[in-house]
C-alpha cells in the first residue's frame, strides 16, 4: 500500500494500459536491436 501511494504521489504511477504500451515498445526496440546484429553478424560470417 505504501509503495503504491509513493508511486502516485511522485507521478510515477501508470495503468495497466500505459503500462503495457510501455512493455510493447521496449520489446519492439529489442526486436529491432536483434534484427541489426543478426543482420550483421550474417554479413559478417558470409552468410548474406
Do not use: V
Not at 13 to 30: M, N, T, V, W
Amino acid at each position: 500500500m505504501k509503495d503504491g501511494a509513493t508511486a502516485f504521489f511522485s507521478g510515477e504511477c501508470l495503468s495497466d494500459e500505459r503500462r503495457k504500451e510501455k512493455d510493447i515498445a521496449r520489446l519492439h526496440e529489442k526486436i529491432g536491436q536483434l534484427i541489426i546484429e543478426r543482420d550483421f553478424l550474417a554479413e559478417a560470417w558470409g552468410k548474406r
